[in-house]
Nanobody, 117 residues
Framework: QVQLVESGGGLVQPGGSLRLSCAASGNIFSINDMGWYRRAPGKERELVAAFTSGSMTNYADSVKGRFTISRDNAKNTVYLQMNSLKPEDTAVYYC???????????WGKGTLVTVSS
């Protein structure tokens, strides 16, 4: 089993910044392709940013140039640096990891980001 724990969410004003963290534990050697998704009220969960096939990255068009995904392998942690935040970024952000040998997905419980004046 793999456990994913997100942290770093909170309330921020438009134009502000936050950094989310996702700490992985358990059988971390079985996972790859970690990333971040988000779900806004009344909307489908969508990909925000992810590592794929090693160090390749994929970003949603809506966050390109503002968000950056990074990782610290020694700490088994993935980060999402969010700059120039907009009200439409308000959502619950979820960490995701994919088991490399069969594609099974693991999900964290989510951390709420609220962008408001």
């Amino acid at each position: 089993q793999v456990q994913l724990v997100e942290s770093g969410g909170g309330l921020v004003q438009p134009g502000g910044s936050l950094r989310l963290s996702c700490a992985a534990s358990g059988n971390i050697f079985s996972i790859n392709d970690m990333g971040w998704y988000r779900r806004a009220p009344g909307k489908e969960r969508e990909l925000v940013a992810a590592f794929t096939s090693g160090s390749m990255t994929n970003y949603a068009d809506s966050v390109k140039g503002r968000f950056t995904i990074s990782r610290d392998n020694a700490k088994n942690t993935v980060y999402l640096q969010m700059n120039s935040l907009k009200p439409e970024d308000t959502a619950v952000y979820y960490c995701n990891a994919r088991r490399y040998y069969d594609g099974m997905n693991y999900w964290g419980k989510g951390t709420l980001v609220t962008v408001s004046s």
